[in-house]
């Protein structure tokens, strides 16, 4: 509430009068109309304090910004300059309220007015800002772009690995300029690098970066750094939920990539109690009488999968949680009609899950041989084996659906048995996930409905055989068991 009274006062005292005065003219208006812009994006009382000290003086006779000032006397305007002692003094109590660095969250949007107050160069243009004293800068912050033109920053590895070409002047890029020399230097003086991904007017600070080293393209003789980005959890710096969560998934994805003893063994000497990180995220004001509306229609059932609520909350009502089918974030209306009431799985579902088509085979099992199919010419994979089934349809249970599949392909019964194994395999217009169970037959003779061939293969002879590349993981994992029963 401060800065906005501190605000109305700078326009109520100075901008005002001065844009509305008849007699004053454009160029001028123009000048304050450009600093009303400027004012009018501080968040704190402070950094506006901070600016309005730049006017503390009385510019000198002869200086440029003194014809301004005079203008302003003649015309019996209050100026800035008028201003900046009274300002403090009304709004002592909250001068000291300035920006720090420690405000700025990692995964957060600011804009260029944003980060050019807080360097205090009330420039929006630049792409590099240089905080505090040279040598030993606070912080360096970039704003990097992204679109094509001549020097295109690169994201050699998404947000992790940054390719940003240094300041140039006319074409000419020197290490040595001031700003590339503090980049440069950076390491020496422990100087943590802020970068900013600038899209449109958004500046989205995507984390703190370290110089790595600097290359050179003698053929259109440009430069560029190399930049690493530090992990979030490293930095003790405030993240969005989003950063939080694309932190863990590195991290889940850089330990998949090590060798099992490797990770097993840090695993041993890894500490117990987790370190801590300060997460913030904002959210929306939720309707109360749209979430009671969604959840009595539902009457207990997930709308999306259309079973039972799983468990009671402790009121002993059945918990579902009130989705939006448009999300809020994107412009979507906080109303019965754009809500649903769905189960903790198909909510974590609706958020995360990838999309893929779901398919339900079948490992038909007769002591040690297994039910194959052949599929037809006109499936576009003549020739090849498979493990029955088909595709999840609708809400269907998967037990369901594989029994559904197998009696409109074979004809037969079959008793859906325990969970085996899943395969992910991508094609050009679809990723498929196959999801595998054991199963016996109960009757039936087999028809062939939807395929060339059906044998019962001995489990030891099934790489006799060519699969579907889906169906291969089923066959190695089959005969790793089989070689193993054996011994």
Known sequence: ??????????????????????????????KVTRSKTLVHRMKKVGDLARYLKRFEKVPPVGDPKRKLYDRFKSLGLK??????SEFVTTFAHATDDVTVLDDFVIGQDYSSWDISIFAQTYDPQPGIYLIGSEPNFKAIFIKATFSDGKYPNEWIEKYDVLKYYMKSAKDVFNPDHKYNRSIINSPKYKTPIYVFEKVNTKCTLKGIYQYV????????DSRWFILHKVSSFETDKIVTQNEYE?????????????????RRSRLQNAAKAPD????????????????????????????????????????LTPY?????????AEGGEDTVENAIAICPNCHRAAHHAAEVVTVIAAVVMDARKVLITKRRDEDGTPGLWEFPGGKLEGSESLERCLRR??????????????????????????TYRIMAFFAKHINGDIQLNVHDEAKWVDIADLNQYSFLPADVTFVQELQKRASKTKH
């Open 1 to 30: 509430m401060d800065i906005e009274q501190a605000i109305q006062y700078v326009f109520d005292e100075v901008e005002d009068p001065a844009l509305i005065h008849p007699l004053l003219e454009k160029e001028y208006k123009n």
């Open 79 to 84: 100026t800035y300059e008028d201003l900046y």
């Open 213 to 220: 080293k600097d290359e050179h393209d003698p053929s259109i």
């Open 246 to 262: 694309h932190e863990v998934s590195k991290q889940v994805d850089i330990s998949k990539r090590r060798i099992k003893e490797e």
């Open 276 to 315: 801590t990180v300060t997460v913030t995220s904002k959210q929306f004001v939720r309707n109360g009488d749209v979430i009671v509306e969604v959840l009595e229609r539902a009457k207990g059932v997930c709308e999306q999968c259309k079973k039972p609520a799983p468990f009671l909350r402790k009121d």
């Open 320 to 328: 579902l949680e009130v989705h939006h089918i448009k999300p809020l």
């Open 405 to 430: 599949e197998i009696k409109e392909e074979l004809n037969i019964n079959i008793k859906v048995r325990k969970y085996f194994r899943e395969s992910v395999f991508q094609t050009e217009k679809a």
